[in-house]
């Protein structure tokens, strides 16, 4: 399971369309995620939703095979079957993905999944409590921030209403939605257990000067 510690949990979220079209941004995203893993990054969700299943199967494995031997968990985003034929390390649902509570239900059937976690989109404190409730191992919460990637789930929630969240709900929550280098030390004060990103971790020059920012992150202690 996903534990909440002292240390800040980081998750980088994929978007291979920023990369452009076709073959090499399939590439390129790859060379993110290799990044991402020597960056020591503990959560890679493959967030590429419109991928035919072949596809998305084909980039999860590469993604498990990149991480493999690592502290780094791939988690699929949407698709339980793909998360499960890629051998993932959990799958992370959102309000039109499976429910939660069913997910759940098949991991307890399911010896060899205990380990596989589920993680839950939630963008109040009643969607968080109730995804909490039917077995989430953690939640991504947001957008705190004002981003173009999360514009249509509404204006940004900010730091105060992420705190009242934190402080609600017993298993991790990482905030989402314009978090970077500069302003995640906000969300972890405000009692995240980490947060999850796109651009933070996409745009990272290199493996190295990712890993030097998460190190920095990494010695902030929540509130």
């Not at 992370?92 to 499976?98: K, N, P, Q, T």
Request: with cysteine; glycine share 10%.
């Amino acid at each position: 399971m996903l534990n909440a510690t002292d240390s800040p949990i980081f998750c980088y979220v994929t978007d291979r369309k920023a990369f452009g079209a076709g073959t090499d941004a399939t590439l390129r995203l790859m060379a993110s995620v290799r990044r991402a893993v020597g960056a020591d990054v503990d959560l890679i969700q493959i967030r590429e939703k419109d991928l035919p299943g072949r596809d998305l199967i084909r980039l999860a494995r590469e993604a498990v095979g990149a991480a493999s031997a690592t502290t780094t968990k791939i988690i699929v985003n949407d698709r339980l079957d793909v998360a499960v034929a890629a051998r993932a390390g959990g799958v992370h649902l959102g309000g039109e993905s499976l429910p939660v509570r069913a997910v759940f239900d098949w991991r307890k059937k399911n010896a060899k999944s205990l380990e596989f976690l589920i993680g839950a989109s939630a963008h109040s404190l009643k969607e968080a409590q109730s995804v909490e409730q039917d077995g989430a191992d953690y939640i991504i919460f947001g957008p705190v921030f004002e981003t173009p990637s999360k514009a249509s789930f509404g204006p940004p929630q900010g730091v105060e209403r992420l705190g009242e969240v934190c402080s609600r709900i017993r298993i991790p929550v990482l905030a989402i939605g314009g978090v970077n280098g500069r302003n995640a030390s906000d969300c972890i004060g405000a009692g995240a257990a980490g947060i999850a990103a796109i651009r933070m971790f996409q745009e990272a020059p290199s493996a190295g000067e990712l890993k030097v920012t998460i190190e920095r992150l990494r010695s902030l202690k929540r509130s």
